[in-house]
């Protein structure tokens, strides 16, 4: 190479040089990153002091913490728990690009500074601090906000403003304990996107806004208001809510009946204890088959004690204390429901529903009076403030002879029905706003209509009816209603009878349909086969498994009896087991049904789940079906195994290995109970670990990933050696590729639900992450996930738990007492509390997946340690230097078998024995064979 060419490489050579010094002492100087940024990061890093934040520098370079910046511009800070002091920077709108802010649970102090038109704010999260007020520009131009915390703040009273209108992606708002004043405005039911929305012990008053009617709300939590009135009004908003799936209202003044909840088919948490509510408890409330966890205590409701399903979680107190009729399930005295359906008419106003109490009106019942032989013969019910209408039930009422309703506000016509009341002498409906028609009374009855100015006159078109259920056809006098009439008949019966022949025709086309279904050859469906079942179709969306062929055929099965191992199980064989499902053989019961023991002539213990036939539904088949598929597509040590199951005619029972030490809620909260000694921390993080270990396996070791949905301690099931095995896979779901979501319907126990799963309906595996580290924190507290024993602030063991986690002191008074630990088992409690804490983070994105959980735990499990020995050599193995027969003979002793030296060398034949000391590697046992 000339001297020329070697100049210019030299100098290219320097030019890039200078160029990468200009980068690097550019970016040591600060100046790739926005001034205004840099400026608010400083001030931010000298008022709060967040680890590893320097007063100098820049915010975006690697050794600040916790910071995320994009392009030069701050977009993420993430500074939760890490216990600062100190107050905010009055300029922190400056940072436009910011889309994360999370400084919760720490000690900030003062008052927030405005965050006035951070456009691309996305996630704020402020609570567990002690900020003192909120500016009164604090929401403008939040336009992209999407979650809102604020909750257990120290803020002076305060209303919510009209600018969070703009937040229109907002999907969480959760401000418990906030000191907000005032209604509750009526743009949070407007917001498109908003699903969960926590407003509890805080200020408010008012009724529920109208526009919640037509929300996407499905978590509303509005329970212990502390305004002197409270949230008051009546609840009819909620039947139209039909997204709801979790309602707190309780500690509220509430009044009325509880509304048709009907068509709320998602609502599986229901709290409307503590309220002024009236009137008969819906009986459709509990036919939801989503409905789970629901509190009606301490109210005025009247009528028959709510019969509740074996599935619905309510204790005796969460109920009791109203005004029914008797204190336990049963019908209530005609006498009572006539005169409930009368106090209905007036909306079931408070006054009545004090004093009608009990199963005999004649009995202290104010404004009712009988004679001796316990008829009703009078209803005093004038100057009352009543409101609504007349009841045409009053009619029901036989032997009345007397009704006094005047100086009312009452509305409506008086109903014809009154005039069929052959004993009624007096009526006096003076000074109300009734109207309509006025109906023919005898001649004998004193009839007192003055003070109503509309009544005697005809409403106009599509005013109230007449209350007595007349025909919207009105015969008029020339008889031409009556011809309408009869052509209009003429048509419905013509209707009527086409309707029922098609219901004919296709009902005798489904029979056929399912005889030959039942005739047809099921072994191409479902085969009998050790271990296993295959199912002969899938719907092609990796769904978990079609509808099983033989659901819906006939009592009559090939299928006559199974030995040990099978899957099809007979009927037959199943009730001789269970001595015909025997009370003597139950061992639980559950929403699905009920558990039964049972040995099989081999010896081997079984359990039998047996579904209710109250069950035997599309959900019920459902989650019957998810069972099968999923625990014969996965087998783990830590997953109960299913032997089998059994289909025949309106049977449906799923036959599972025996674990004969119960659950492990048995032995966390019900161990004093039940005689149980409690759980070693030893015991407690072994059976974590084995619970994380199969969740594990269904996440991502399995051949196919699954979600579990229901993880609990009543769905861990131990063996005699107090080992854990998941079990209830009724709920699972496939997983999805990556990281992604998939939307279904929520399902679960409430307390283990993650947070973004009850907002959104979308889940992951961080779901069961979440409730992975609940059931963590239930291992150390040795308490239920929610516990109404609690004061207030430790009902929720989750938000209790980690409000307290950070101080160790604290963290020592909330264990389980029983655990009473020593230094070295503190330590170890202290990892897995850190453990809880991260797998219950809000942000699933912030928990870790079960692979973590298991080698987090594994090490405080499995400790090994070599065994000391005289006769070992300095690696602690006396057996180094023997030859292989020498040590093979030592081995055989220990193990107590009898195995002849040629067993080494089977490895390369094709013989097979128990015993597996080919494991060890090729080369060791050919020179040793040699």
Not at 172 to 194: K, R
Not at 537 to 556: D, K, Q, V, W, Y
Not at 784 to 795: A, F
């Amino acid at each position: 190479m000339g001297e020329g060419p070697r100049r210019r490489a030299l100098s290219f050579l320097l030019f890039v040089t200078c160029i990468c010094l200009s980068i690097a002492l550019s970016r040591s100087q600060g100046t790739s990153t926005s001034p205004d940024d840099v400026a608010v990061m400083r001030k931010l890093a000298t008022q709060l002091s967040p680890p590893g934040w320097s007063h100098v520098g820049d915010p975006c370079n690697p050794s600040w913490r916790f910071v995320n910046c994009e392009d030069g511009r701050v977009v993420s800070i993430n500074l939760a728990s890490k216990g600062l002091t100190g107050s905010l920077p009055k300029d922190l709108n400056k940072l436009s690009n910011l889309r994360v802010l999370q400084l919760q649970r720490n000690d900030i102090k003062g008052p927030l500074p405005t965050l006035a038109n951070l456009s691309n704010l996305q996630q704020l999260y402020l609570d567990g601090n002690h900020f003192t007020s909120i500016p009164s520009d604090f929401f403008s131009g939040l336009s992209s906000l999407q979650s809102l915390s604020l909750d257990d703040n120290s803020f002076a009273p305060w209303m919510i403003p009209n600018d969070l209108a703009q937040s229109t992606n907002l999907a969480d708002f959760s401000a418990s304990n906030a000191s907000i004043n005032g209604s509750i405005p009526s743009f949070l039911g407007e917001l498109p996107n908003l699903q969960s929305l926590r407003l509890s012990y805080n200020i408010l008053r008012g009724e529920l806004p109208a526009s919640f009617a037509s929300s996407n709300i499905q978590s509303l939590i509005l329970n212990n208001q502390i305004s002197p009135t409270k949230l008051t009004g009546s609840l009819d908003v909620l039947s139209s809510m039909t997204q709801i799936s979790q309602v707190w209202l309780h500690a509220n003044s509430f009044t009325g009946p509880i509304p048709d909840l009907s068509k709320c088919a998602s609502l599986f948490d229901l709290q409307l204890r503590d309220n002024i509510l009236t009137g008969i408890v819906p009986s459709s409330l509990f036919h939801l088959e989503s409905l789970k966890n629901i509190s009606l205590g301490n109210n005025l409701l009247q009528g028959p004690f709510p019969s509740v399903p074996n599935g619905i979680k309510v204790y005796a107190d969460k109920i009791a204390n109203n005004k029914f009729c008797n204190p336990k399930p049963g019908p209530c005295d005609p006498r009572v429901m006539v005169l409930l359906s009368v106090a209905k008419g007036f909306g079931h106003p408070e006054k009545l529903a004090t004093s009608w109490a009990g199963n005999d009106p004649c009995n202290s019942w104010t404004f009712v009076s009988c004679d001796p032989k316990g008829n009703i013969i009078g209803l005093t019910l004038g100057k009352q403030n009543l409101g609504g209408t007349i009841s045409p039930d009053i009619a029901n009422i036989k032997t009345l002879a007397k009704l006094f309703l005047n100086d009312n506000s009452l509305t409506g016509p008086l109903p014809d029905s009154l005039t069929h009341l052959t004993r009624l002498q007096i009526l006096d409906v003076s000074n109300n706003n009734l109207s309509g028609k006025t109906p023919a009374f005898e001649d004998h009855v004193s009839l007192n209509l003055s003070g109503n100015p509309l009544i005697g006159k005809e409403l106009p078109s599509g005013g109230s009816g007449s209350g007595s259920g007349a025909s919207n056809v009105d015969v008029l006098p020339d008889g031409s209603g009556s011809k309408t009439s009869s052509f209009a008949m003429k048509w419905i019966i013509m209707i009527v009878i086409i309707a029922v022949l098609v219901v004919l025709v296709a009902s005798i086309l489904i029979y056929i349909w399912k005889r030959m279904i039942s005739r047809g050859d099921q072994s191409a469906l479902i085969k009998p086969t050790v271990g296993k079942i295959e199912v002969a179709s899938s719907n092609g969306n990796g769904a978990l498994i079609s509808e099983p062929p033989s659901i819906g055929s006939s009592g009559h099965t090939d299928v006559q009896a199974v030995e040990s191992g099978r899957m099809i199980f007979s009927i037959h064989v199943l009730r001789r087991v269970t001595n015909n499902f025997s009370e003597d053989y139950i061992v639980g019961r559950g929403g699905f049904g009920v558990v039964y023991r049972g040995v099989l002539q081999d010896g081997t213990q079984i359990a039998i789940k047996r579904m209710e036939l109250s069950v035997v539904s599309s959900k019920g088949l459902t989650e019957f079906q998810a069972e099968i598929a999923v625990l014969t597509k996965v087998r783990h040590r830590h997953l109960v195994s299913l032997t089998g199951y059994c289909v025949e005619a309106n049977e449906r029972l799923l036959v599972y290995e025996y674990m004969p030490q119960g659950t492990l809620g048995q032995h966390l909260f019900e161990w004093r109970e039940l005689g149980y000694e409690p759980l070693t921390w030893k015991q407690r993080i072994t059976i974590a670990l084995d619970v994380a270990r199969g969740v594990e396996y269904l996440h991502s070791l399995a051949q196919t990933s699954f979600i579990h949905r229901d993880l609990k301690p009543t769905n861990i099931l131990l063996t005699n050696d107090m080992r854990g095995k998941v079990s209830d896979f009724g709920l699972v779901k496939l997983a999805p590729d990556g990281k992604y979501s998939v939307e279904t319907r929520l399902a679960g126990t409430f307390g283990y639900l993650a947070p973004e799963y009850c907002a959104t309906g979308r889940v992951t595996t961080k779901a069961d992450v979440y409730s992975f580290g609940v059931i963590l924190m239930e291992l150390i507290a040795g308490r239920k996930v929610l516990d109404e024993s609690q004061p207030n602030e430790r009902t929720h063991l989750v938000t209790w738990f980690r409000r307290i986690m950070i101080n160790k002191e604290n963290m020592l008074k909330a264990l389980d007492p029983t655990l009473d630990p020593d230094e070295e088992t503190f330590a170890s409690i202290c990892k897995v509390v850190e453990l809880a804490g991260h797998c219950t983070a809000r942000d699933p994105f912030q928990r870790p997946d079960m692979g973590h959980a298991v080698n987090t735990l594994a090490p405080l499990v499995e400790q090994w340690r070599p065994t000391s020995s005289d006769h070992e050599d300095d690696n602690g193995d006396s057996s180094f230097h023997m030859s292989l027969s020498q040590a093979v003979e030592r081995w055989q002793a220990n193990e107590g078998t009898s195995l002849t030296g040629d067993l080494l060398y089977t490895h390369a034949g094709n013989s097979q024995t128990s015993m597996e000391p080919l494991a060890f590697p090729h080369s060791f046992a050919s020179s040793n064979a040699r």
